[in-house]
Structures are given as structure tokens and as C-alpha cells.
């Protein structure tokens, strides 16, 4: 196993010459479950895209499973899951159809699906709840449900790494719940997860580790903050409003 899942050194990611991201650094190693923390627009979801490769650094470099970004083809030891968008992407597809789809990094695209492939799907159907629903159109499952298809595609190309941008915004509690379990599964069997949250709800108790961004930079590299404000309030709900769409390349390789 690598020593390390993800390095940054000093990554710095800048739009029309306008700085997002400057001097970040961090590591991420096996088995930890890390949040990047932050206000709307302090430049998390851009860090995790340019872990992926999904936007350019302008300085700094990135390590991934100790090979440096440029350099990586193992795209299926990752699995990603953008911010919220739907599941069928306009595409006639039934849910175990775009579970299964997270089966081609690892087999290739003109391999078909075997016995491998099928169990895979399944248990990721299984994880997230929706067994049920296997083959049911995704466009009838809710934004909730949707989400899980995602995470499960996700899930079923057995990655090393889950990273998801803000995987439970804006949908109800009982995918949130899912959403947690799934993870703690994944976990268990020695998965390494990097997600983006604005709140944690559920998912706190599996964080052991959070960054937090502000102004572009990370401000705090540790234990998870203790909520401030309305969001330490009881009974606050965390559901909001979704933030502006940064999720292009669904289909394809992160």
C-alpha cells in the first residue's frame, strides 16, 4: 500500500489570474477520513478538483498514491462523486445501469461485465439502500436518492480513495444517514475518503481529520472545529441551498 493517498506542496490554483488557492500543503495517508471545511467560496471545492487533476495548478505539485499527478493512470483506485448533480444526466438509464458504469475504469470499456462486475454493483446497491430500486429509471428516485446512485457508482469500482464535493447538500436526512453508512463501511474495509462539506451532520463521527480553507488558504489542519453560531444551535438543519454547479466530467475519469 502507498505511504501516501494524496500529497500537496504548496499548490496554488488561480482563474483569469485571479488567486483561489495559494501555498497549500497537506497529506493524506491510509485509512484517514478527511474534511475540507469552509465558507461558500473559500476555494474548497477547487482543491479537491485539483487533486484530481480536474483543474490546473499554477504552482505547487500533487502526489497521488506516490506518484506525482502527471504521472498517474491508476485512475480506478479513485472514486469521485461532484457535487450534487442528477444521476441520469438526461440518460435513459435504470439505477443499477449507472451503478454499474463505475465498473469501467477497472475492466475497461469493451471487457463485459462479469460475475466480478455483478457482485460489485450489487454490494454497492446494498451499501447505499437502494437494492430496491435497482431497476427503477433514476429519474424517478428523488435528488436523495440520486445522490446515493452516485456515491454507489462511486463504490462499485472499488476505489482506495472516495473523494465527494459536498456529498449530503441539499438532500433529505435519510440519504444523509445512507450516505454515513456507506462511508463507515468503506472505511472499515481500509478505504481512505476525502470529502467536501460545508456542514458535517452525520458524517462527523467518522472525520479524523479536517481542513479548513478560508480566503484560499488552509487556515486549520487537525481535529474537527467545534461549531460557532447558528450552526451550534440544537435542532439546526443541515440542508442548504446548493452552491453554484462546479460538476463537469460525470462520465469520465476524474
Known sequence: MADSIVTVEYGAVAYDDRPVLRDVSFRITPGEVVAVLGANGSGKSTLVRAVLGLVPLSAGRVTLFDTPQRRFRQWWRIGYVPQRIGAGGGVPATVAEVVASGRLARRGILRPAGGADRRAVAEALRAVGLTERAGDPVVTLSGGQQQRALIARALAGQPELLVLDEPTAGVDSASQDAFAEALRGFVAGGGTVLLVAHE??????????????????????????????????????????????????LWGRP
Open 200 to 249: 458535517l451532520g452525520p458524517l462527523a463521527p467518522l472525520i479524523t481529520r479536517a481542513l479548513v480553507v478560508h480566503r484560499g488558504t488552509i487556515a486549520h489542519d487537525g481535529a474537527v472545529p467545534e461549531p460557532a453560531g447558528h450552526h451550534a444551535a440544537p435542532g439546526h438543519e443541515h440542508v442548504h441551498p446548493h452552491a453554484p454547479d462546479e460538476s463537469s466530467g
